[in-house]
């Protein structure tokens, strides 16, 4: 085995979907990501260690999986297409560490999962991956609304997602979905990642990004967070128009809600004419509490 070459080299990468006859399937986003030096960064960006139970999302042929194997205490690989499993057994086939299941990950119960699977559930639990990019948003809403507490979740994105995830306030990538992993993570881009290391390449250009728990807790909490993040989808429907057009559409026209929206506004001190992208989070909570105490939200 010592003189085989990783899985992530180009050599091996092409001698695997030679032997098994793997044809990419855009349907499932396959790119296989083919520079060994991309794929150990990435597990020195989650700091993978012997302590961590490590769920990898979408194996592949195993590249990301085989490094992960050699750095973590167990990992538990989920595959959604099932002409891969038996690839990634053989391939796989030194490291007892990995388990690897034909699996839907949007489907999955993790915490089933984790129970069922690691011989202690109890260490922390870290989530890597090179994603299958046409499910994005929703893989990270899933994990985010799952009860599991996740150590880190260091997965590789395109770059124009990577950069909404981690916006500031006042910029056009700001938007709902940085607010939804800002009110649980701390969001850092790690490195970029260029498009040719990729078999096939993309169109798009791609970045790791790392989310850690938040250090410190929200200054206020929201009534509800689900009806919070309705809201806050609400105010971004129109970005280019004014905060104030997107709660009239959002929340009503009527005289009576008008002037019960601008009394709020001036009480927390936010111009009607603002853009929704300038709030922070912390404003579109106070917002949304303000509004469901006057009974509008
Ligand atoms: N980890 C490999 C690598 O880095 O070379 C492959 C990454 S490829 C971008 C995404 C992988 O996710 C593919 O293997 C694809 O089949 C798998 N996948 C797609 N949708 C999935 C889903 N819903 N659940 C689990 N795996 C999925």
């Known amino acids: 085995m010592s003189n085989t070459p990783e ?7 092409r001698a695997i979907m030679e032997k098994y006859g793997i044809h990419t399937k855009k349907s499932f986003g396959q790119n296989f990501l083919t520079d060994l030096n991309v794929l150990k960064n990435i597990v020195d960006a989650a700091k993978i260690t012997k302590e961590d139970n490590v769920i990898e999302i979408g194996p592949g042929i195993g590249a990301l999986t085989e490094q992960l194997a050699q750095s973590a205490g167990e990992v538990l690989a989920l595959e959604i297409d099932q002409d891969l499993i038996p ?27 984790i129970k069922e699977h690691f011989t202690d559930p109890n260490k922390p639990v870290k989530v890597v991956a ?19 507490k996740w150590a880190a979740i260091c997965v590789m994105m395109q770059k124009e ?5 981690t916006a500031k306030p006042g910029t056009k990538q700001y938007g709902a979905l940085t607010l939804a992993i800002e009110y649980q993570m701390s969001a850092e881009i790690a490195f970029n990642v260029s498009r040719r290391v990729f078999v096939p390449s993309p169109n798009v250009d791609s970045a790791i990004v790392v989310l850690k728990p938040r250090q410190s807790p929200l200054a206020v909490q929201p ?9 806050i989808r609400g105010c971004f429907a129109h970005r280019r128009k004014s905060l104030w057009n997107n709660l009239q559409s959002t929340i009503g026209k009527q005289a009576e809600t ?22 922070t989070l912390e404003q579109f909570i106070k917002l949304a509490n303000a509004l469901h105490a006057d009974q509008l939200l």
């Open 161 to 165: 997602v990577a950069q909404r995830l």
């Open 258 to 279: 008008k002037e019960k929206m601008q009394g709020i506004l001036d009480q927390l001190g936010i111009s009607a004419q603002i853009r929704p992208e300038r709030l």
């Open 7 to 13: 899985i992530g080299s180009r050599t091996r990468t």
């Open 223 to 231: 009534f509800d967070k689900k009806k919070l993040f309705g809201f």
């Open 87 to 113: 690839v990634l057994e053989e391939v796989l086939e030194p490291y007892g560490n990995v388990t690897v299941l034909n699996q839907d990950v949007l489907q999955a119960n993790l915490p089933e999962l």
């Open 130 to 148: 090179n994603l299958p990019y046409y499910i994005t948003s929703p893989i990270l809403m899933n994990l985010l609304a799952s009860p599991v």
